[in-house]
């Protein structure tokens, strides 16, 4: 059974920064890559960054490229999503997700088989 646990959520000012984990259990999590959503109140659930199985490669969304840095830790089987920067719009709860096959990418078009609960992230103008 595939568990994700998100954590690290919680309330900031614009301009501040937080940094969400990714606990996963339950597969290998080496090879896979990983992905993190976001969802607004009233909104569609949106990409925000993929990371690849083996780490070097990162994508983002245009919204969070330049304020959003996402790393893994293959040790901790952990995925990390380091915010900078926060603005009013980034408030939403925050979702990771595995990628359903082996060895990919993490891009917003991946499949993705599994998911975390989600953890809120409120920005305070």
């Known amino acids: 059974q595939v568990q994700l646990v998100e954590s690290g959520g919680g309330l900031v000012q614009a301009g501040g920064s937080l940094r969400l984990a990714c606990a996963a259990s339950?597969?290998?999590?080496?090879?896979?890559?990983m992905g993190w959503f976001r969802q607004a109140p009233g909104k569609e659930r949106e990409f925000v960054g993929g990371?690849?199985?083996?780490?070097?490669?990162?994508n983002y969304a245009n919204s969070v490229k330049g304020r959003f840095t996402i790393s893994r830790d293959n040790a901790k089987n952990t995925v990390y999503l380091q915010m900078n920067s926060l603005k009013p719009e980034d408030t939403a709860v925050y979702y990771c997700?595995?990628?359903?096959?082996?060895?990919?990418?993490?891009?917003?078009?991946?499949?993705?088989?599994?998911w975390g609960q989600g953890t809120q992230v409120t920005v305070s103008s």
């Open positions: 339950g597969r290998t999590f080496s090879n896979y890559a």
């Open positions: 997700a595995t990628e359903k096959a082996m060895y990919g990418l993490g891009l917003p078009r991946s499949a993705y088989d599994y």
């Open positions: 990371i690849s199985w083996t780490g070097p490669s990162t």
